[in-house]
Structure formats: C-alpha cells, structure tokens
C-alpha cells in the first residue's frame, strides 16, 4: 500500500534523529514551494512504498512562522495518512501542546516518545500506558539515537494510516468546549466534517486564515459567540485556547511523569556555567570562531580546495583534455568551448566542495551539540539592531575566506528575514579570491600601503551593517521578522550518522542549485571573451567583452575609471574576482601576470590615478560577487526574483560608495566636479533609507542604539 | 506593573498577564508563558541582553524587550 506518513515535533526532541533512523539513507532534500524551508523526504525502511515527510521542528501549528505554516497546511490538506509525533519526555508538557494540536485535527496521531532512557537515568519516570490512554492515540517507547522501538512503531503508525478516517479528539471542558460545538453547529455545511472541529477552534482564535474558508456572514455570527465567550472568561480567544491546552496538558501528565527527589545540577547547567559565563563566553566564542575558520578555509578544506583547482583541473584535467581532444582532430573552437567553458565551470563548482564538505560538518556539530542556540544568545545584542541574527557572525567571519561557504553558512538562522539579509551582505566582506584586488592597487597606486587593505575591511563591515539597517526597513521583502524566543536545548554529543547526512545534504544541494548557474554564467563569460559580434575567435581586447565594456563606461567615468579597461576587468570579476588581474594583464598585452599583478602596476598608474583606483577597488569590492557566490545566494533566497533584487542591490550600494568617495575625494583635493551634487543627493537618500521610521513597531530601531 | 524584565537573575515569579503583538504573544504562550505560570530568571547574556529563563522545566531565552510583555509579580 501506497501511503504517507508525516513526521512531526517540537524543535531538539530528536526528529531528525529519528528521520535519519526510520529512512536510513533514503531521503531527498528541497525545498517547500514558496519558501525557504527545508523540506525533506524518505521511504520508510520498513516499507519502501512508504514516504516519511520531515516537516519543520515546531512548537506549535500558529500561523505564524512559515515552518508552522507549511506544516500545518501540508496536515489540514490531508497529505498524510497518519502522523508521527515525536515527544521528548524530559520536556513532556510543552511537547504534549503540539500533540493536543494534532489530536484536535483528527489524524490518525502515533506519539513516538523519545529520550524516555534520559528520563530514567535521571531516575525519573513516565508511564506510557497511562499517556496513551489519556490522550487516546497510541505511544510508544523509542530510542532516535539508539534506534530502539523503531520497528513497533512503525508497525503502529501503519496500521493507523490504514484506518482513513479523521475523529478529532475534543480536550476542552466546560464553557470552552460548549462554545466550540456552538461555531461547530454553525460551520456545518460550510466546512467537511473531518474539519469542523478544527476550524471551529480556529475561530475562536481569530485565526488569520480562517476568512478564506468561510462565508462572511457564518462568520460573524459565530464570531458573536467568540465574543461573547471572550466577554466571560476574562480574555482574548487566543489566550483562552491556548491557556485551555496548558491546562489540558498539567491534568494529562498528573501521576503519569514522576520526578525524583535528587535534584542537583545537570550537565547542561554544568556546561553553562562556563560557556555562557559573563567572562568567558565571547573569549569562547572567538575561539570557536577561529577553529571554523581555520578548519574550513585556511587548512583542511582551504588545501584540499586548493588541490582541486590546481593539481586536478589546472595542472591534469584541463590540459590533457585539450591535448586529447586536439590529438582526435576536434575543431579549435570546440576544444576551447569544452576545456575553457565548460570543464573550467565545473571545476569552479567542484572547487569548492571540499571548503563546504569541512564547513558543514563543522556546522552539524555545532547544531547538533547544543552550542549553535548558545551563540545566539551570547552574541544577539551586537548584531540585531542592524538585522542580522547573532548567528549571522558565522557567515561574516568564514565569508572573510570564501563567500560561497560564508553565504551557505546562513542556513543555521532560523528566522527568515535575518537569514536572508545575511546571506545578501555576507559576500561585502573582502574574501581571499579579492586580496590579489587590493594587493593590486594597493601596489601600483599607493605603494604598497597596508591601509589600503585595512580600509576595505572595515568598509565590508561598515557596509554589512548599514545595509542591514536599509535591507530590514524595507517591508514585505525578505520574508518577516519572527520574535526571538528561543529554546537553549539540552547539550548532548552529537549523532555522527546526523552530521555526516546533513553535511551531505547541504554539499549535494549546493552542487545542484548553485552549481547550475555556476557552470552556465561562466560558459557566457566564456562566450563572451573569445568571440567577436560575427562570433569570429579573437583575443580578448576585441571580444563581445571588450565592446560591452567600451558601452558602459560611460556610466563609470563618475567614478573615475571610465577607461574601458578597468570595465572590462570589473565584468571579467564576476567570474572570480582574482580574474580582474589576469584580464588586466591580457588587455595590457602580458603573458602572464603575478599574484599582485606587479607587471602591470605601472600601466594602471596611466589609466585611474590613486583616488579612482580606490574607488574602482572599493566598486569591485562591493558590487556584485562572483557567480558561484550569486548561485550560493540563489540557494539562500529561494528565488530569482530575490537574487536578482539583492544583486540589484549590492550594485547600487557599490555605486554609490564608489561614486561618493571619488567624488568627495575630489573636491577634498579642491577639485570638485558636477558629479559631486548627484554624489550628495545619492549619500543622502542612503541616509533617508537608513534612517527612515517605516512605521512598523517590529522594523524600528531600538531608541537606546543611540 | 513589574514585567519580566525588571526581574533580578535567580529570582522566581509568577506570570500575571502577557500582552504584546499578536504574533509574540502567540509566541510567548505557545512557549508556556502564560497567566498563572512561575519563571525563574537563569541569567542574562554577557552583554547584558537576552535574558535566559526557566519556564516548565526547560530553557528559554528572550530579548529584554520583548520580555516587557510580560507582567510578573513575586511568588
């Protein structure tokens, strides 16, 4: 039989744990349509015909949070058959309010309790049977992470599944419960009978979507009864209900969980009292910080990515292809298509793999441990006014070495607004494909001046926090704002089948989603550099390219290096931004050009003098980044339209930093041009956009920033 | 009123009321912060913000602010 099972429960109750032990390796990772939630699915491993839904960890189906809004739909559609619900015993009542939630909706609900041996080697106790009876669906015993009672219950939750109907179980006493099957009798007709129940409790809760599903006029007269309920008991329906569920729950668990008189301190608090100790948790922290770092960019996953690049493509693959291809008589441009377009993509695609394989095992472990909740805790205060999550210093800080893992590093941030806003402004950070840029300039216009580099560092800073401030006021783009209400779950050591299939997942999806447009933007560049309009091969200097780059240099004269040239490198950038030196030195007429560009120093003091060349740094810095970072933010945002406004975006603030700069640089040296008004008037609207009060209580800027 | 922000690390109190939008009062009760309940605050982040409570047995953190929606009084 053909059937599907959901899997759902409380964020930290073992879920994923328990996902990974039901489907073994089977499971598919995406997205759900919409948004940027993680969807995933597997077979169950007990019956292949079976499909296991993962839906979001969830406290509670609000309609709130897009996780909640997904599941919930996803539960109300009836797209399962029956329900696992994962319940963590040591946090029994505040699991069981998500439980109550599911029995309300009448699917055929198996409750999975988890860590019931965490439970019992406290000495504390819970008895089952009686749980089972009390909420009237079956519970059974498991173990996520040593893999026991699997096999019962997924005999139990299949043998639910088969039953295909929805009986909700109604909890509710008194005044509540007689009002609720009053809006019943009034919704019938207009809802199916496997809802009614459901919606009804809706309306009392003034539920947002409940509009759309019912007839104005039904729905005012049962809003009466909501009203008057409300009058009575003393509060708002929301409160009512969710004060009633609590209750239900403290009535449900009485003699069931047992608590021993040992008390003491856990191992958490243990734990906690250092790492999150007023002295030593940000020195902790830190240190975290420079061992992801160091791990993943500078050593393991910085050499094996290096010998990637170099030792496979460039030295072996790249080469002996061309050889091999040119020795079976293929066509020049056929070779160069295959050699320098596609199997250059790819490898910029495979390049990166091992810096995120190192990344992302890094990451699930610090997920999985307990630690990722702590440095959002310690760390919120710093960034939240600018937008961004405490977590978002971990994109920031590994962007500094690659903005592809720094980008895809965001994922960690539950709350969507401040994950996408991270991912938009972590590549603003100088990675290291842009020190051979500044060691350029820096070189030929500045003499070496390590200022230079120091200056770009904090501008990337400056910039993160500016356009979060701009990027968080702008409403209804980037998703919503959730509050920070946040669990700080338990420590325990990490589940290595866990780290190892999510460092799989989120590597395999990078390759897929980003790697897509990786390969295709740089097969166009490719296009782009050795052809002419009649498509005839030629050099560089008169390719596609070049004549695009002759058309819009116009636009960059205001910023002082309208020479064709630089524009040229600028969209050469995009492909890497170490590129920019190597195009230089083609359209300089070099061989070939050093790792700070040394030979062509003195040909770029005659095409910008040292202020349009710091502008012309600073633009390269933070316009666009290169397309594998464009293709990692694709995967962050969820869709084109959000990658091509955050694209648009750091264009403009790219712009407008390089064209103030240059222009008030100018009239600093009593050399003022036109540009120096629209200059003014764009630093201004900046500004307006900064600081503007968009009217919104949860968009404002804390009064006490000042 | 005295809110939960106002709370002195290590001390328990009891919820009177919560108020706020809409979308963290839901929030706040779906957590188990609701009328009658007892908190204790744990401490507050070495920057001062957010604070770290205990509520039905486990671990919570919440921003000072938000925490304001909170109406306590001592146990």
């Given amino acids: 039989m053909k059937k599907n099972i959901a899997l759902i429960g409380n964020p930290n109750s073992g879920k994923t744990t328990l996902f990974n032990a039901l489907t073994g390796g089977s499971q598919r990772v995406g997205n759900w349509p919409g948004v940027t939630v993680e969807k995933k699915e597997g077979k169950l491993r007990q019956a292949r015909d079976v499909t296991v839904t993962d839906l979001p960890g969830v406290y509670s189906l609000s309609p709130y949070s897009p996780e909640e809004e997904v599941s919930r739909r996803f539960l109300v559609e009836g797209s399962a058959d029956a329900v696992i619900n994962v319940v963590d015993a040591t946090n029994l009542e505040r699991n069981l309010i998500l439980t109550l939630q599911l029995l309300e909706m009448g699917i055929p609900v198996t409750v999975a309790l988890n860590m019931s041996d965490v439970v019992e080697r406290r000495g504390d106790t819970v008895d089952e049977k009686k749980l089972s009876e009390r909420l009237g669906c079956p519970v059974i015993r498991v173990s996520a992470l040593k893999r026991e009672g699997l096999e019962n219950l997924a005999a139990t939750v299949l043998e639910q599944a088969s039953y295909g109907t929805r009986i909700p179980k109604k909890f509710f006493k008194c005044e509540l419960s007689k009002a609720i099957s009053e809006i019943s009798g009034m919704l019938e007709g207009h809802i199916g009978d496997d809802l009614l129940y459901w919606y009804s409790i809706k309306v009392m809760e003034h539920d947002p979507h409940v509009p759309e599903a019912l007839p104005s006029p039904v729905l005012e007269r049962a809003l009466e009864t909501v009203r008057r ?57 830190a240190a975290v910080m420079f061992l992801v770092y160091y791990l993943s960019i500078t050593s393991v996953g910085g050499y094996m990515t290096d010998w990637v690049n170099e030792t496979v493509f460039e030295e ?26 596609i199997i250059t993509g790819v490898g910029a695609v495979l390049g990166f793999l091992p810096q995120l394989l190192v990344l992302f095992l890094l990451l699930a472990l610090l997920e999985d441990s307990g630690y990722m909740a702590r440095i959002a805790f310690v760390m919120d205060r710093i960034l939240r006014r600018f937008g961004l999550s405490g977590k978002s210093f971990i994109p920031i800080i590994v962007g500094t070495g690659c903005a592809v893992p720094g980008i895809m590093a965001s994922r960690t941030i539950e709350d969507e607004r401040d994950r996408k806003i991270t991912a938009m402004t972590t590549s603003f950070m100088p990675c290291s494909a842009k020190l051979p840029v500044i060691a350029l300039i820096s070189g030929a216009l500045f003499g070496g001046s390590a200022w230079i580099a120091v200056s770009v560092y904090f501008i990337g800073v400056f910039s993160i926090l500016v356009s979060g401030v701009i990027l968080k006021k702008i409403r209804g783009a980037f998703g919503k704002a959730s509050p920070f209400v946040m669990e700080l779950p338990d420590y325990h050591v990490p589940s290595a089948r866990n780290v190892v299939l999510s460092m799989g997942d989120r590597s395999w999806h990078f390759v897929k989603k980003a790697g897509t447009i990786i390969v295709l933007a740089s097969g166009l560049i490719w296009l782009l550099t050795s052809y002419d309009w009649s498509l005839n091969p030629v050099g560089a200097e008169s390719s596609m390219l070049a004549s695009i780059g002759n058309a819009l240099s116009p636009a960059f004269s205001p910023l002082g290096w309208g020479d064709w040239r630089a524009v040229v490198g600028t969209l050469s950038g995009l492909v890497a931004k170490e590129n920019i030196l190597s195009t230089f030195g083609i359209l300089f007429g070099m061989e070939a050009v050093a790792e700070d560009g040394a030979e062509i120093w003195t040909y770029m003091a005659t095409i910008m003098s040292p202020l349009a060349g710091f502008s012309f740094l600073l633009f390269n810095m933070l316009c ?34 390089a064209l103030a700069v240059y222009q008030f640089g100018l009239a600093i040296q009593g050399t003022p041009s036109f540009w120096l008004i629209p200059a003014a008037l764009l630093v201004i609207g900046t500004g307006y956009l900064f600081f503007r009060n968009p009217g919104e209580p949860e968009d404002e800027v804390p009064a006490e920033a000042a | 009123m005295r809110t939960l922000k106002d709370v002195e690390e290590g001390e328990r109190v009891k919820v009177i009321s919560v108020s706020g939008d809409r979308i963290l009062k839901r929030r706040l009760m779906d957590m188990g912060i609701l009328k009658g309940c007892e ?23 919440l921003r000072k602010k938000d925490a304001e929606s909170v109406g306590v009084e001592p146990l």
């Fill in chain 1, 229 to 285: 309920t409300e009058d009575s008991l003393g509060d708002d329906g929301e409160a009512i209900i969710a004060s009633a569920r609590y209750e239900v729950v403290d009535s449900l668990v009485r003699g069931i969980y047992q608590k021993s008189e040992k008390g003491g301190k856990s191992v958490t608090d243990r734990i906690d009292e250092v790492v999150t100790n007023r002295w030593l948790a940000i020195p902790i922290f």
């Fill in chain 1, 316 to 341: 072996n693959v790249l080469p002996r292809t061309a050889d091999w291809l040119a020795g079976m008589g293929v066509e020049d441009w056929l070779v160069s298509l295959i050699v320098n377009g």
């Fill in chain 1, 624 to 657: 666009a980044p290169c397309f594998a970072a464009i293709g990692a933010m694709r995967r962050e945002l969820g869709s084109w339209k959000e990658t091509a406004l955050a694209v648009g975006y750091q264009c403009a603030f790219a712009y407008v930093v």
């Fill in chain 2, 39 to 61: 908190i204790e605050v744990l401490k507050a982040a070495p920057l001062g913000d957010p604070v770290e409570l205990l509520v039905r047995g486990y671990r919570l953190t």
